[in-house]
Every structure is written in structure tokens, then in C-alpha cells.
């Protein structure tokens, strides 16, 4: 039998506040983050703090069914992928931060490293120069949106982006870690 006791202990120590484990889909997420803007309207008093959680949270999300290796598309517009999404509090570093994690195919590690550490290496006005010129180019846009979450979630971080790569029995695993 599982020990949900040992479970609850490591999340506590990590500071999760929430977390989800399973196939993500476009109304899962939409649940998700009313549920948990409800549940973090109680506990945090800073609306742009949860404001920006949020949109890192969606943005986190939709990179899961987007770069998913085994992602299930049913049709145009309907995506479902096995990820893992945890919102927690660092309490050493006094921030909120919003973490995920998913199987990801070799050809796109290359691929999201050079996106994030390109984005990693911009200033903050730079970076929303970029975002602009983004959203007004067609460069990188794909079926499932403009190409622009790892700079909406870089535009909203109050720390760098933090991602590795892991492989564990095989399979290549992306992970990504936004401080707000």
C-alpha cells in the first residue's frame, strides 16, 4: 500500500501547495487554475502575485501538452498529455514558485534549451521588446498558439528560468521551475 503519509511529509517539506499528476488537457486546465485562483485568493493578499502565478501556471501547462513525447492529439484542437504541475511557497527564498515536469522527445530538447537560454539572457526591457516582436511575427507560431510561453513566463518570474533535463528508465524527462 501506498504511504500517503510519506507523500504528504515530502510536499510539505518542498512547500507544495498544489499539485496534479496525470493526462493534462485544455479543460483540465481551465479547472485547474479556478480551482486553484479560489483556493490561493484565501491564502495570498497580493492579486498581481496570483495574477501572475496563473498565467505562469497556463503557460506551464500548455508547454506540457505542446512538447508532451507521447502527447494524444484527438483532433485540431484538442491535445491531451501525462505531466506533472506542483504551485508551491519556497519558504527559504520567500517566493511562490510554479513547477512541471513531462516526457519530452529528444529532437525538442535542443530545441527548448536554446529558447530558454536565449530568453534567460535578455533584460527585462529586452525581454519585453522580444515578446512584442514575437506576437507581431509569424516566426514561431504553431497549431497550438504563438510560441511565446517560456517569454510570458520569463516576462512574469521575478527570478531566471530554471529547466534540466533528466533521464530516468530510458525516457527524457523536460522540467521547468518559474519563481514568481
Known amino acids: 500500500m501506498m504511504n500517503v503519509s510519506n507523500m ?8 507544495v501547495l498544489f499539485s496534479f499528476s496525470g ?39 500548455q508547454n506540457i501538452m505542446s512538447y508532451s513525447r507521447d502527447k494524444d492529439i484527438t483532433d485540431a484542437n484538442k491535445y491531451v498529455s501525462p505531466g506533472l504541475f506542483l504551485i508551491g511557497y519556497d519558504s527559504f527564498k520567500e517566493k511562490y514558485y510554479i513547477n512541471s515536469s513531462n516526457e519530452i522527445c529528444d529532437d525538442d530538447k ?18 519585453k521588446k522580444y515578446l512584442r516582436d514575437k506576437l507581431r511575427s509569424a516566426e514561431d507560431k504553431h497549431q497550438r498558439g504563438a510560441g511565446v510561453g517560456f517569454i510570458e513566463m520569463a516576462k512574469r518570474s521575478s527570478e531566471k528560468l530554471e529547466y534540466n ?3 530516468v528508465d530510458g525516457k527524457l524527462y523536460f522540467h521547468i521551475l518559474t519563481y514568481i
Open 23 to 61: 493526462m493534462i488537457s485544455q479543460s483540465l486546465v481551465s479547472f485547474m487554475v479556478e480551482t486553484g485562483r479560489e483556493q490561493f485568493e484565501y491564502k495570498i493578499e497580493d492579486s498581481k502575485i496570483i495574477h501572475k502565478m496563473f498565467i505562469v501556471a497556463i503557460e506551464q501547462l
Open 110 to 127: 535542443e530545441i527548448v534549451s536554446k529558447k530558454i537560454d536565449f530568453i534567460n539572457s535578455l533584460e527585462r526591457t529586452e525581454l
Open 165 to 167: 533535463f533528466e533521464t
Open 8 to 15: 504528504r511529509s515530502v510536499m510539505s517539506n518542498e512547500g
